[in-house]
C-alpha cells in the first residue's frame, strides 16, 4: 500500500481552510479550446473534445468523461499516467519493454487496445509520441506519447472521448482520444510539497519507493483580457522492491551463486544474503515547465501559445548477474553485480497560434505546433568481459529522437437552416505534419 499525502497549500489571493477549496471545469472562451479557471461551481461541465463548438456535457453525442485537477490531486500520484488510470477503469499502465527497460518507458493505453490506436491532444492540438520504439507482445513496433511528460499541476481537466473516437478524428484514435487543458487562470496560485512512499518491501534492497514532490502554478493577468500560467513541477522517487530471494534450489537442483571450491563443495557464502535482485518500479527525477498563454491582438484576433519541457532520469536494476555467471569477472565483482538501467528524456512542445470570430464570417484559427523526445539509453554498474578486468563498468548504449511538426488552418460557421432544431455546423482544414526519426550509435565497447 502507497501513502502520499501533501504538506503544504497556498493561495496568493484567497486565503481559506484547505477543505473549502474546490474547482471545477470552467466554461471555455473559444473554439482554440483554452478554458477561464474559476473557483465558482458551475452547474454542468463544458467540453470541446469530439464537438465543433464548445457545448454542455449533456449535448454531446458521445459520452465523454472529465477529470478535474481536483480529481487527478486526490488520487495521490505524481504522474499524469498513474492519475489517469487510478481514475479511468478502461485506462491501463502499459510497459514498453518485456524486460528492465519497460519500467521506465511506461505510457497507457485505452480499453485494452494499443497505446498507438489512442490519440493525445492538448488544448485540442496534437501531442508529439516518445522516441522510444516498442518491442515484443501487443506493443510491438508502437511509439506512443508519453503522458508523464506533461507536468500534473498544469492541467485544469482532462477530457476523454472513447465511443465513436475514430469516426471524428480517424484511424489514430480507434481507442479513444484524451484532450489535455491547460489552466489559465489569471489570477492567484499555488505550491505543493507532497511525500510519499510504500508500507513494505521484500530484503534489505530497494527503498520502499520513498519519493516527494514540489509543484508550483501561478496566473498573471495580461492586459485588459489576456493570461499567462507558468507551472514547475519537481518529482523524485526511489525504487521498489518485491523481488525475493534467491532460492537454494529449484527442482531439486541446488542453485549457486559462487563456483564450487577446489574439493567441490559448495562457497559458504551460499548460506549468506541470498536477496540480489530488485524488481520494481524504478528510481527516478523528474523536473518539468510549462506555460499557457493568451492575449488579444484586437477585438476580433486572440494570440495563444503553450508549451511544455521535461527532464526525467530513470534508473531500474536489471537481472542480477552471480558471481559464477559467464558474464561477470570475479576479480571484479568477487559477490556478482546487479545493472543498472538508465534513460534520460529531454521532451518539449512548443505550439502558438491566432485565432478569431470573423474570417469572411467563418471562425477560424491557425497554429504551428513544434514537439520533440529526445531519450540516452545507457546502462551502469556492469562489465563487458570481452575487454578483461579493464573494462569500464558505465556504458551509453544508443541515443533516439523523434520530432513533429504541424501546421494546421481550421474554420467553421454554422447555418441556421430551418430543418434541425439546432444550427448546421460546417467546418473545414487544411494541415500539414512532418516527422522525423534519428538514432545515433553508443559507445563501441
Do not use: C
Not at 85 to 94: K, Q
Request: aromatic share 10%; no cysteine; charged share 15%.
Amino acid at each position: 500500500m502507497k501513502a502520499s499525502f501533501s504538506i503544504l497549500r497556498w493561495n496568493r489571493h484567497v486565503a481559506v481552510p484547505l477543505s473549502l477549496v474546490s474547482g471545477i471545469m470552467p466554461p471555455l472562451t473559444g473554439w482554440a479550446q483554452t478554458v477561464k479557471s474559476t473557483t465558482a461551481q458551475t452547474p454542468e461541465a463544458v467540453i470541446v473534445t469530439g464537438t465543433r463548438s464548445s457545448v454542455k456535457a449533456s449535448k454531446s453525442m458521445s459520452p465523454i468523461a472529465i477529470f478535474t485537477a481536483a480529481d487527478l490531486k486526490k488520487t495521490g500520484q505524481t504522474s499524469l499516467k498513474n492519475a489517469l488510470v487510478a481514475l479511468d477503469p478502461s485506462a491501463n499502465n502499459t510497459p514498453g519493454y518485456p524486460g528492465q527497460l519497460g519500467f521506465t518507458t511506461k505510457t497507457m493505453s485505452l480499453r485494452g487496445l494499443g497505446a498507438n490506436e489512442t490519440l493525445v491532444l492538448v488544448n485540442g492540438k496534437r501531442r508529439h509520441t516518445m522516441s522510444s520504439v516498442f518491442y515484443g507482445g501487443a506493443m510491438q513496433g508502437q511509439s506512443p506519447v508519453d503522458l508523464d511528460m506533461i507536468p500534473m499541476s498544469a492541467v485544469d481537466h482532462i477530457e476523454i472521448l472513447k465511443d465513436g473516437a475514430a469516426a471524428q478524428y480517424g484511424s489514430d484514435a480507434i481507442a479513444g482520444v484524451i484532450n489535455i487543458i491547460l489552466k489559465s487562470a489569471d489570477h492567484g496560485g499555488s505550491v505543493d510539497v507532497g511525500y510519499n512512499q510504500y508500507g513494505s518491501s521484500i530484503g534489505p534492497l530497494g527503498d520502499y519507493g520513498k519519493g516527494g514532490n514540489l509543484n508550483y502554478n501561478q496566473g498573471f493577468k495580461i492586459g485588459r483580457d489576456g493570461f499567462l500560467n507558468l507551472t514547475a513541477e519537481f518529482v523524485g522517487n526511489q525504487s521498489t522492491n518485491y523481488g525475493g530471494y534467491v532460492p537454494k534450489t529449484q527442482g531439486g537442483s541446488p542453485v549457486l551463486l559462487y563456483p564450487l571450491l577446489a574439493d567441490g563443495s559448495q562457497d559458504p557464502r551460499e548460506n549468506g544474503n541470498r536477496y540480489r535482485q530488485i524488481s520494481g518500479s524504478p528510481e527516478s527525477e523528474r523536473q518539468s515547465v510549462a506555460y499557457n498563454l493568451e492575449i488579444p491582438l484586437n477585438e476580433k484576433i486572440r494570440f495563444y501559445s503553450y508549451a511544455t519541457y521535461t527532464h526525467r532520469t530513470s534508473f531500474v536494476a536489471a537481472w542480477y548477474r552471480p558471481s559464477n555467471s559467464q558474464q561477470n569477472i570475479m576479480s571484479v565483482y568477487p559477490d556478482g553485480y546487479l545493472p543498472t538501467d538508465t534513460t534520460e528524456d529531454n521532451d518539449f512542445q512548443f505550439t502558438s497560434g491566432l485565432k478569431g470570430d470573423n474570417f469572411f464570417g467563418w471562425h477560424w484559427d491557425g497554429s504551428v505546433n513544434y514537439g520533440r523526445n529526445d531519450s540516452s539509453i545507457g546502462i551502469q554498474n556492469t562489465i563487458n568481459n570481452s575487454l578483461g578486468p579493464d573494462s569500464p563498468h558505465n556504458f551509453h548504449l544508443q541515443s533516439l529522437a523523434n520530432s513533429e511538426l504541424t501546421a494546421d488552418f481550421d474554420i467553421r460557421h454554422s447555418f441556421r437552416t430551418g430543418l434541425f432544431k439546432d444550427p448546421l455546423q460546417v467546418a473545414a482544414g487544411i494541415e500539414y505534419r512532418y516527422q522525423q526519426y534519428e538514432v545515433a550509435a553508443g559507445e563501441r565497447s
